[in-house]
Antibody, heavy 120, light 108 residues
């Protein structure tokens, strides 16, 4: 069955970088888009970006441009998000999510979420 | 960027009642690009409806989606205890994806 298993909680200092992983199983990794979405405490969902493991194309939300990178490792079917220059307002739960196929425009499976705390 | 506005912010109903949740886009959008999610406390969101009106796999038929243009609706025909949660609509806007701010469905 489809599973997205994320790495564990992180506690980071302001200005540092954090890298979160999402290991996929139960489906063809390169036949789907993968997304990262975050949720600050008590807040709504915020889309961060998309990666297509098949052709290396990434698109990031404008507010994160310059300090976000999404990568993948096809050999382990794992996608990563790295967010640099962390601010207190980056504290959130970070989710990976699958867009089934290409251009289906929704997220049908989600990881369990990775809490990121930013504290000095 | 197109803004999605959900209403009401909080909806208080009793089990067995009918729930109607609204999602309004700032301009007309393709129905294909509109989806709905349910999020229970401490859990990841779950896809309910895609393409404005198609139920995702395993979603009970008491959930239905409708609408076109800029106005979309999620209807839960008869509320079960497990349906009390937060609901989000989501849009693909070309080069970005965006979510509404959510409607909290709580027990009256």
């Amino acid at each position: 069955q489809v599973q997205l298993v994320q790495s564990g909680a992180e506690v980071m200092k302001p200005g540092a970088s954090v890298k979160v992983s999402c290991k996929a199983s139960g489906f063809s990794f390169t036949d789907n888009y993968m997304h990262w979405i975050r949720q600050a405490p008590g807040q709504g969902l915020e889309w961060m970006g998309i990666i297509n493991p098949k052709d290396s194309v990434t698109t990031y939300a404008q507010k994160f441009q310059g300090r976000i990178a999404m990568t993948w490792d096809t050999s382990t079917s794992t996608v990563y998000i790295e967010l640099s220059s962390l601010r207190y307002e980056d504290a959130a739960v970070y989710f990976c999510a699958r867009e089934p196929g290409h251009n289906t425009l929704n997220f049908d499976f989600w990881g369990q979420g990775t809490p990121v705390t930013v504290s000095s | 960027e197109i803004v999605l506005t959900q209403s009401p912010g909080i909806l208080a109903l009793s089990p067995g009642e009918r729930a109607t949740l609204s999602c309004r886009a700032g301009q007309s959008v393709s129905s294909r690009s509109l989806a709905w999610y349910q999020q229970r406390p401490g859990q990841a969101p779950r896809l309910l409806i895609y393409g404005a009106s198609s139920r995702a796999a395993g979603i009970p038929d008491r959930f239905s989606g409708s609408g076109s243009g800029s106005d979309f609706t999620l209807t839960i025909s008869r509320l079960e205890p497990e349906d009390f949660a937060v609901y989000y609509c989501q849009l693909h806007g070309g080069s970005y994806y965006t979510f509404g701010q959510g409607t909290k469905l709580e027990i009256k």
